[in-house]
């Protein structure tokens, strides 16, 4: 089924897919994951382009439909069905106790149109009823508390991370206009965190920002941060320079240094002081740390 804009922003694309298989085996990056599950395929956050470091669009999930990265949305709406099937699967083989899950690893799970359809709701229930080890739900949209019920149920093998790039709205502003204000985003790692989960946040990759203040608010918002910069985009920086990350914060920000090397080290001082090294994880081995 093919829904153009179905009531969501405009001048974007949301259709509906079968697919073949709901868990994808996972490595790289994410070494300790066994499997990532993407609910969605493309992006609607970004203004007709997603996040200028998106690097997604640079990978071949990107070319599964016409048109720009952040002009689409491809939901797997069989996806819930399959991952019931594959979890009892891991299950009956005994693999499923060992095995760690990343969602999403290509999108955001809570895409707008996650509302109608709340297929990564169904795929939660699932997890309930079959729980992996661990299972890393990653998003940036306040729209994960619509599900903090269904999360708490998992809350012994669950790490909510919400993405926060940088503590400064006006970078925020500049570079993702249209993703959810910086205290929208603290306000929900604040609710979550109050129901019982853990929270991370996820500063990835690392915006400018005001490392004292982005500590004391980080402090307040989660238990743990990761700290990752443009170094990993899967190609140590390369992807980043070629999507022109340099010449935006020129343009936008007035500033270079986008790829300078070390440009995490005051944030990563800051929250050390103020969070405690072991609440403070840096690059891939702490978004390994599962
Ligand atoms: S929300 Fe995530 S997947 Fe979507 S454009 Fe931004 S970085 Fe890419």
Not at 21 to 30: D, E, I, N, V
Request: proline share 6%.
């Amino acid at each position: 089924m093919v829904s153009k804009n179905a009531g969501m922003k405009p001048s974007r694309f949301y259709i509906e897919r079968q697919v073949t298989r709901a868990l994808t085996p996972t490595g790289g990056f994410l070494e300790k994951f066994a499997f990532s599950l993407n609910p969605y395929i493309g992006c609607a956050f970004g203004d007709n382009g997603g996040c200028p470091f998106c690097y997604v669009r640079m990978l071949p999930v990107a070319q599964t439909m016409p048109g720009a990265w952040g002009t689409w949305v491809v939901a797997k709406i069989n996806l819930p069905q399959l991952l019931e099937v594959e979890l009892k699967a891991l299950e009956a083989s005994g693999k499923l106790q060992d095995s760690a899950v990343f969602m999403s690893s290509a999108t955001d799970p809570y895409q707008g149109y996650e509302r109608l359809l709340k297929l990564t709701h169904a795929a939660l229930e699932q997890f309930v009823r079959r729980s992996p080890r661990r299972l890393v739900l990653q998003t940036r949209s306040p729209l994960v508390e619509r599900d903090a019920d269904i999360l708490r149920a998992l809350r012994d093998r669950l790490i909510v991370s919400l993405t926060l790039e940088t503590d400064d709205e006006r970078v925020r502003r500049a570079l993702t206009p249209t993703s959810p204000s910086v205290a929208r985003r603290l306000l929900t790692a604040r609710r979550l965190r109050e129901a019982g989960l853990f929270v991370q946040l996820a500063i990835a990759p690392m915006l400018p920002n005001r490392p004292e203040r982005f500590a004391r608010l980080a402090a307040e918002a989660a238990d743990r941060v990761v700290v990752d910069t443009y170094a990993g985009d899967g190609a140590g920086g390369q992807r980043s320079q070629k999507l022109g990350m340099e010449e935006l914060y020129r343009r936008k920000l007035g500033i270079g240094g986008a790829l300078n090397a070390g440009a995490e080290t005051p944030l990563i001082a800051a929250m050390r002081a103020r969070l405690g090294p072991h609440r403070v994880l840096i690059g891939k081995d702490g978004f390994n740390m599962t």
